[in-house]
């Protein structure tokens, strides 16, 4: 008897609010799985390891910015994998019994698009996306290009190898549109994994980290932040982050965070339209704003004030390989301690992990799937 292969598909794209009573993965279901024929340049996998997104979480609720992801489709782009079978075409270097991780972005690879002809296939208008564009990793066996293959290196772990992705947005974040520099005083607002991914990186390079959330983050997320040593600070309407900067933080040593109210550089991860509009207002003149976040609707914000106090705000979307790299270095090294962060489940619990990082009770949660 064959094995029957299942994976976890987003089928529906009714907006679902956490709160309402309506189960919050509704718009999901385990299904069977049917395999197609290998095409040119393709392989099949083994999904070893996956990680849930914030986008998977966005489009499996309906919210407005995933709308364009094709239903039904088997979501995913950060996993672990090993290779099975290779399809028909030149391969390159990979082969059979390869562990890897995916680039989630592959471009048009066309010598005349201006992002892919100096490889920067996550800014390729055409790109397509594993999990949203073709079937990904929350199947038990994934079809992919080869191209987008990315062999673990030695030291990490299939379960590691799920962080790969998102912990290569934040090293393309930060190491090619801030300018970090020692001493500094930096605020994460937003404390998700990518929030907390742009924390850690950030302290490695020198700066002191202000890591901020909601109450409902308090003992779970902002607790993670916390234990590794960060200030945190939990944010309300009626208690903003500009108020606090402003009526004086200190870190562990008593030495002020911050001066004058106002900080060297926001990395806005919460994708929450308010903080980036609250944003401008927190950083010192000429400092740097980088928005990692998407965000589901237009985010005003006062204009005039970053043209008068020359402020540098930059948005940053996806990475490239060379960001992988630089991803697994600080996996490899300890830099990064993605077991500190991590919650794995098991295949037959996918939902119940869906439905908690959902609800933001867990820190970072990565599916087994065999």
């Known amino acids: 008897m064959s094995e029957t292969l299942k994976g976890f598909c987003l089928q529906g794209k009714e907006k679902i609010y956490p709160n309402s009573g309506v189960s919050v993965t509704s718009n999901t279901a385990v299904v069977d799985m049917e395999l197609p024929e290998l095409k040119e ?26 709308d364009w992801v094709q239903r039904p489709r088997i979501i995913g782009h950060e996993f672990s994998a090993e290779v099975l079978e290779l399809g028909p075409g030149d391969h390159g270097d990979v082969k059979v019994g390869d562990i890897f991780t995916p680039l989630a972005m592959l471009g048009c690879q066309d010598e005349e698009c201006p992002a892919c002809s100096v490889a920067k296939w996550n800014l390729c208008p055409q790109k397509q996306i594993i999990g949203f564009h073709r079937n990904g990793g929350f199947g038990q066996r994934v ?56 924390a850690e990186v950030a302290r490695a390079a020198g700066a002191r980290v202000v890591v901020t959330g909601i109450a409902h983050d308090r003992d779970i997320r902002l607790k993670k932040a916390k234990e590794r040593g960060f200030i945190t600070l939990e944010v309300s309407p009626e208690n903003t982050l500009t108020s606090q900067l402003q009526n004086g933080i200190a870190d562990e040593n008593g030495v002020p965070f911050g001066t004058h109210g106002k900080v060297d550089l ?57 960001d992988y790299m630089s991803a697994m270095k600080l996996m490899v090294t300890g830099v990064f301690p993605a077991e500190h962060y991590t919650d794995v489940y098991n295949f037959e619990d996918v939902t119940q992990a869906f439905e908690d990082a959902i609800k933001a009770q867990n820190m970072k949660a990565v599916v087994k799937m065999n």
Not at 41 to 64: M, R, V
Not at 299 to 318: D, E, I, K, Q
């Open 143 to 198: 079809v992919l290009e080869s191209d987008r293959v990315v062999p673990l290196m030695k030291g990490l772990t299939p379960a590691q190898g799920a962080l790969v992705e998102p912990l290569s947005i934040i090293t393309n974040a930060l190491y090619h549109k801030c300018d970090i520099k020692p001493g500094q005083d930096v605020v994460v607002t937003g404390c998700g994994i990518i929030g907390l991914m742009s």
């Open 266 to 322: 926001l990395i806005e991860c919460s994708g929450v339209p308010p903080v980036l509009t609250e944003a401008i207002d927190v950083v010192r003149p000429e400092g740097d704003i980088c928005v990692i976040a998407t965000y589901g609707q237009d985010v005003p914000f006062n204009a005039t004030h970053l043209t008068r106090t020359s402020l540098n705000m930059r948005g940053s979307m996806g990475s490239c390989r060379d």
């Open 41 to 66: 340049g393709e392989i099949l996998a083994k999904t070893l390891y996956t990680g849930i997104c914030g986008s998977d979480t966005s489009a499996s609720i309906g919210k407005a910015n995933f």
